[in-house]
C-alpha cells in the first residue's frame, strides 16, 4: 500500500561570504556549511549525510563519528561538557546503529584554566564512559593562549561495531512509517540557558545528557530491521532532525503537537522567552521513524527501558507535503515547524 | 508585538524597588512591580509580565465571565438545531418569532 | 498554565470556530486587520487561518517594532557601539536584524560587546556591574514595551547610573493605524486591535476609528479562543452595522489603561514631531524621544549619531503588504531574494513580522499543497 519515497537530497550550496555563529547553531546555516562547502570538498558528492559513518576495514564493518564540544557553563544541572562528551559521540553511534566501543579525546586548553577544573572533566568522561559501556583510549592535548579559547574544548572521536539487525536507510522510509520521541524534548538547551545567568530565570531543570544506547538497543530488539531512520535532536532541537528526515526523503512529516512530551519548566521557560521546545537542543533523546506494525512494540520496549518512560509515538509519514514538517493541534488546524536560522533567541516582541 | 504571560506572584519583595518573585509553569524570575503602585498585587494574585516588568493584574472574575461566553458559543445555535430536528419549528410560521 | 490552557482548549476552539463559520455571510468578503505582530505570530503557530472560512480575510497590520524600524536606525546604534568601551544591550528581537554592516550578532562574531538582555533593567544591571564601560541599551517596542524603558532611565537617574544610556525607538501605534487607515488603496472592515499595549493605553485611544471611520475594533488577547472570540464579535458589529471599540481582553486590559505606565512614559518620553516607519514612510507624531531632563541618558544627545538612512530596495513591496494590498506571497521578491535568513524587507526581518510569519509557518503548506517541492 505505501508508497516508497525516493532519497535524492537536493544539492545545497554555501555562499556565505564569512563563517557566523549561525554556522554552527546546528540549524539550517550549519547545514548549508557542511553540504554546501565541506562535504562536496571531502566526501565527494554522495547521500545524506547521518550521524556517523560506516566503513568496511579488513572485512570488519565499523561505525565512526567524531564531535566536537564547546558549552559555557562548563558545569551546568545535570551534566558537564566531559559527559557531553563522552555521551555525545555515543549517541552519534547509537542512533547510527552502532555501539561505541571505543573513543579517542582531544582537550584544548586555555593557558589559565584552573587544573581542579581540568580534573574534574577528566573524572566526569571517566564516570561518563563507565556507565555507557565504552573505552577511553587515547587522547591528545593541546594549549592555546589565555583568551583564544573559552576555558575548554572537548573532541571525542567514537568506533564501534554495527548492532545486529539494523538497517538504517532514510531511503526505505515509507508514508504511513511512525516517528517515536524517546522523551521530553529541550530539557538541555534550557538548562544551559537558565544556567548562563543572563536570563535571571530559575527551574528546576536538568541536562538530559545521557547515553541512549539502552533505549537504541531495546527499539533494536523490538522493531529491528524495521527501524528506518534514527537521529538524536541536538542543536536545533527536534525541529531540524524531523526537517532533515523530511529533506532527505522527500516526504511529509506529522506531528500531533500535543503528544511531544515537555517538562514543565522548559515550557514556561518557553512561554516566557518566545521560544518553540522543538527548537531546543537535547543530548539524551533520540528520533525513530519505525514501520508502523512495530510501532506499538517498540513503545512499550523503550518505555521498559529506565529513563525511557516519557518515550511518545508523535507522529507519522506523509506523501504530502513533500520537505515539510507540520504540526497538528488537537483542535484540527495546523502548522509547518521550521528548521531554524540560527541559535534560539529569546524574544520579547 | 510584544510577547507578555501570565505568572503568579510567589513572594513580594520588600525594598526600596517594588519587586516579587514570578513563577511561570516551573520558572522563577525576579520582576519589578514599578508600573502596578497604584494597585499592588500580593502574593498569590496573578499578573501579565512583560520583559521583566507586571504590567497588569488579571482579574479571576473577568476570565471566568470570558469563560462562560465561549462556553455559551454556538449553544444557542445547537439548540436551535436541535428543535428544528424534532420538527417542532415547523408548526410555528413565523407569528411566534419573539425574541 | 492558568489563563493560557483554558484558552487553547479544543473543544471550544471547535465550537469557536463553528461559530465563526455560522456567523460569516457567505455573500461577503470581510477582510480584518490585527494590528499587532503578536497576534500575526499566535495566527500561524496556532494554525488559526485553517479554522476560519476562506472569506475571512486576516490582513497583518504595522505592530512589529522591529519590521517597522528603519536600518539606519540600527547602522546608527551600531556606529555607537562601535567605540571600544560600548557595551550594546538588547532583546533578542534584535539580534539577527541586519544593518547595512550586518546585524548586532554578526558584530559580536567581528568581536563588539553585544549582549542579549530579557529586560531594560537587566541592561542597567549590566552597567553597574562594568563601570569601566558604558551600556547602550538599544530600546524598541509599542507601549507595552516603553514603560519599562521609561521606569529603567528612572532608575537609572535615581541611582545616579551614569554610564548608561538608551538609544531610543520606541513607536506608538494609533498614528500608524490612522496612516494605514488614510490611505487611499485600504479598504478594511474592522480591526482586531493590539491587547498588550491597551493593558497600557486602554481602549479609549481607538474611539475615534469607531467614531470618525466607522470601524469595529475589538482589543484582543493572544490565545486562540481569544482571537477567535473577537473575530465573532467584529462580525457581530459589522451584521448589526454597528462600529464600536470592544474590549474582548478585559481580563488583563483595563478600559481606562495603567495610569501608573503613562505617568512614567509621560515624565521620561516625549513626542517625536515625526518618525521614519519601515515600509510606511514618515509618520508625524509616531515615536518617543527621551526628554531633555534626561539627556544623560539620551544616546542620541550623548553621542554623535550619524543618522544614517536606508532605503529599502524599491522592488520590496513592504508597505503593499502591511496595507493589507498584498498578500506576502505577491511581492515580488517573497521566498526568492526576500527570506528570513537574508531579509531584504521590512516584514521578513522578526519572526512576527507579516512576511517572516507567514514564510514560517504557512509558505512551504500552501506550496506543497499545490503540489510543488518547498525546497526546489
Given at each position: 500500500?505505501?508508497?516508497v519515497i525516493t ?7 554555501f555562499?556565505?561570504?564569512?563563517i ?6 546546528g540549524g539550517?546555516?550549519?547545514?548549508r556549511l ?6 562536496p570538498i571531502l566526501?565527494?558528492?554522495?547521500g545524506?549525510?547521518s550521524d556517523?559513518a560506516q566503513v568496511?576495514?579488513?572485512?570488519t564493518r565499523?561505525g565512526?563519528?567524531?564531535d ?10 545535570g551534566g558537564?561538557i566531559g559527559?557531553?562528551a ?10 547510527s546503529?552502532v555501539r561505541a566501543?571505543?573513543l ?6 586555555e593557558a589559565?584554566?584552573p587544573?581542579a577544573?581540568?580534573e ?10 563507565a556507565?555507557a559501556g565504552?573505552?577511553?583510549?587515547g587522547g591528545?592535548t593541546?594549549?592555546?593562549e ?14 564501534g ?5 539494523v538497517t538504517l536507510d532514510?531511503?526505505?522510509?515509507r508514508e504511513?512509517d511512525?516517528?517515536?520521541l524517546?522523551?521530553p524534548v529541550g ?8 544556567a548562563?545567568?543572563d536570563?535571571d ?5 536538568t ?13 533494536v ?17 527536534a525541529?531540524t532532525?524531523?526537517?532533515?528526515l ?5 516526504c511529509?512529516?506529522?506531528?500531533r503537537?500535543d503528544d511531544?512530551?515537555v ?8 512561554e516566557?522567552?518566545g ?5 531546543i ?11 508502523p506494525q512495530d510501532a ?6 523503550v ?5 525511557g518512560?516519557?518515550a511518545?509515538l508523535?507522529?507519522e509519514?506523509?506523501l504530502?507535503p ?5 504540526a497538528?493541534?488537537?483542535?484540527g488546524a495546523s ?6 536560522v540560527g541559535?534560539?533567541l529569546?524574544?520579547?516582541? | 508585538?510584544?510577547l ?11 525594598g526600596?524597588?517594588?519587586g516579587?518573585v514570578v ?9 519589578d512591580l514599578?508600573?502596578?503602585l ?9 499578573v501579565?509580565i ?5 504590567m497588569s493584574k488579571i ?5 471566568r465571565?470570558?469563560?462562560e461566553?465561549l462556553r ?10 436541535e428543535v ?9 410560521d ?6 | ?6 484558552f ?8 469557536a470556530?463553528?461559530e ?5 455571510d457567505p ?5 480584518l486587520?490585527?494590528?499587532?505582530g503578536?497576534h500575526?505570530?499566535?495566527?500561524y503557530?496556532?494554525?488559526l ?5 476562506d472569506n475571512?480575510e486576516?490582513?497583518?497590520g ?10 539606519g536606525r540600527i547602522d546608527?546604534?551600531l ?13 533578542g528581537?534584535?539580534m539577527?536584524?541586519p544593518?547595512?554592516?550586518g ?17 531594560p533593567?537587566?541592561a542597567l544591571?549590566l ?7 558604558h ?6 517596542g509599542?507601549?507595552?514595551?516603553a ?5 529603567t532611565l ?5 541611582l545616579?547610573v551614569?554610564?548608561?544610556s538608551?538609544?531610543?525607538?520606541h ?9 494605514i ?5 485600504m479598504r478594511?472592515?474592522g480591526f482586531?486591535?493590539?491587547?498588550h499595549?491597551?493593558?497600557?493605553i486602554?481602549c ?8 470618525n ?7 484582543s488577547?493572544f490565545?486562540?479562543l ?6 465573532v464579535?467584529l462580525l457581530e458589529?459589522?451584521h448589526?452595522?454597528e462600529?464600536r471599540?470592544e474590549?474582548q481582553?478585559?481580563r ?6 495603567n ?7 509621560a ?6 514631531p515625526?518618525f521614519?516607519?519601515?515600509?510606511m ?5 509616531s ?13 542620541e544627545q550623548?553621542f554623535?549619531?550619524?543618522g544614517v538612512?536606508?532605503t529599502d530596495?524599491?522592488a520590496a513591496?513592504c ?7 498584498l ?8 521566498g526568492?531574494?526576500?527570506t528570513p535568513?537574508?531579509?531584504i ?6 519572526s512576527?513580522?507579516s512576511?517572516a510569519a507567514?514564510?514560517?509557518?504557512e509558505?512551504?503548506?500552501?506550496l506543497?499543497?499545490?503540489g510543488?517541492?518547498?525546497?526546489d
Open positions: 500500500m505505501s508508497t532519497h535524492t537530497p537536493p544539492r545545497v550550496r555562499k556565505d561570504p564569512q557566523e555563529m549561525a554556522h554552527g547553531a539550517k546555516a550549519s547545514r557542511v553540504e554546501g562547502l565541506i562535504a566526501l565527494g558528492a554522495g545524506a549525510l556517523a568496511t576495514i579488513g572485512g565499523l565512526i563519528t567524531t566536537s564540544f564547546v558549552v559555557t557553563p562548563l558545569r551546568f544541572p558537564s559527559e557531553l563522552v555521551n555525545g559521540t555515543v549517541n552519534d553511534l547509537a542512533v546503529g566501543e571505543v579517542v579525546t582531544t582537550f584544548v586548553l589559565g584554566l587544573s577544573v581540568l574534574a572533566e577528566v573524572r566526569a568522561m571517566a564516570d561518563a564512559a556507565r565504552v573505552r577511553i583510549v591528545d593541546k594549549v592555546v589565555h583568551g583564544l579559547a573559552d576555558q575548554m574544548y572537548l573532541t571525542t572521536t567514537g568506533i561495531s554495527p548492532l545486529a539487525g532514510p531511503g526505505s522510509v504511513g511512525v516517528i517515536l524517546s522523551g530539557d538541555h538547551g534550557i538548562t544551559i540557558l537558565l548562563r545567568g536570563l530565570l530559575e527551574a528546576d531543570l541536562s538530559d545528557t545521557r547515553s541512549v544506547l539502552p533505549m537504541v538497543e531495546a527499539l530488539g523490538a522493531a529491528g530491521p524495521r527501524i528506518r531512520w534514527m537521529r538524536d535532536p541536538t542543536r536545533g532541537g525541529a532532525s524531523l526537517n532533515e523530511a529533506r532527505d526523503c522527500r511529509g512529516i506529522l506531528i503537537e511531544v512530551p517538562h514543565d519548566g522548559v515550557r514556561g521557560a518557553c516566557l522567552l521560544l518553540d521546545p522543538l527548537h537542543a537535547n543530548e539524551g533523546q533520540f528520533l525513530a521513524v519505525i514501520a506499538a512494540a517498540a513503545l512499550r520496549a518505555q521498559a527501558v529506565p529513563g518512560e516519557g511518545r508523535i507522529g509519514v506523509t504530502q513533500a520537505g515539510t514538517v507540520l497538528m493541534t488537537p483542535y502548522r509547518v515547524v521550521d528548521m531554524l541559535d534560539p529569546p524574544r520579547i516582541c | 508585538m510584544c507578555a504571560i501570565p505568572g503568579q506572584i510567589v513572594e513580594v519583595v520588600p526600596a524597588v517594588a516579587a513563577e511561570v509553569v516551573g520558572v522563577r524570575r525576579r520582576i514599578g508600573l502596578l497604584d494597585d499592588m498585587p500580593v502574593a498569590g494574585d496573578w501579565l512583560h520583559v521583566g516588568f507586571a482579574s479571576e472574575n473577568d476570565a465571565e470570558q469563560m461566553l455559551m458559543l454556538g449553544e444557542c445555535e445547537a439548540a436551535v438545531e428544528a430536528g424534532y420538527g417542532l419549528g415547523d408548526e410555528d413565523g407569528r411566534g418569532q419573539a425574541s | 498554565m492558568k489563563y493560557v490552557d483554558e487553547r482548549d479544543p473543544r471550544l476552539i471547535r465550537r470556530s463553528d465563526v463559520r455560522r456567523l460569516a455573500a461577503r468578503h470581510y477582510r486587520m490585527e494590528v499587532c503578536g500575526t505570530h499566535a495566527i503557530r496556532f494554525g487561518k485553517d479554522l476560519l472560512p475571512i486576516l490582513i497583518h504595522p505592530g512589529c517594532p522591529v519590521c517597522v524600524l528603519p536600518m546608527d546604534g556606529a555607537i557601539a562601535a567605540r571600544a568601551d560600548v557595551i550594546f544591550a538588547a532583546f528581537d534584535m539577527r536584524v544593518g547595512t554592516t546585524s548586532p550578532l554578526e558584530h559580536k562574531a567581528r568581536g563588539m560587546d553585544v549582549r542579549i538582555v530579557y529586560s533593567l537587566d544591571k552597567a553597574q556591574a562594568n563601570p569601566g564601560k551600556v547602550l541599551f538599544f530600546a524598541i509599542f507601549e507595552t514595551t514603560p519599562s524603558t521609561a521606569l528612572l532608575r537609572a537617574k535615581a545616579g551614569s554610564n548608561f538608551v538609544f531610543c525607538n513607536v506608538t501605534i494609533v498614528p500608524a493605524i490612522r496612516a487607515l488614510d490611505s487611499p488603496d478594511l472592515d482586531i486591535g493590539p491587547g499595549v491597551s493593558t497600557v486602554g479609549r485611544p481607538y474611539e475615534w476609528i469607531a467614531q471611520e466607522r470601524k469595529p475594533i475589538v482589543v488577547g490565545e486562540p481569544d482571537i477567535l472570540q473577537s473575530v464579535m458589529q459589522l448589526a452595522g462600529a471599540v474590549n481582553y478585559k488583563v486590559v483595563p478600559w481606562e489603561g495610569r501608573a505606565a503613562l505617568r512614567a512614559m515624565e521620561v518620553f516625549e513626542l517625536r515625526y521614519e516607519w519601515r515600509g514612510g514618515f509618520i508625524s507624531q515615536a518617543l524621544r527621551v526628554r531633555d531632563s534626561f539627556a544623560q541618558w539620551d544616546a550623548r554623535d549619531v550619524p538612512r536606508v530596495p524599491k513591496q508597505g503593499e503588504v502591511l496595507k493589507g494590498v498578500k506576502p506571497a505577491q511581492c515580488k521578491l517573497f526568492r531574494e526576500c535568513e537574508h531579509p524587507g521590512a516584514l521578513m526581518v522578526s512576527e513580522g512576511c507567514y514564510y514560517n509557518y509558505h512551504r503548506k500552501s506543497a499543497m499545490a510543488l517541492d518547498a525546497h
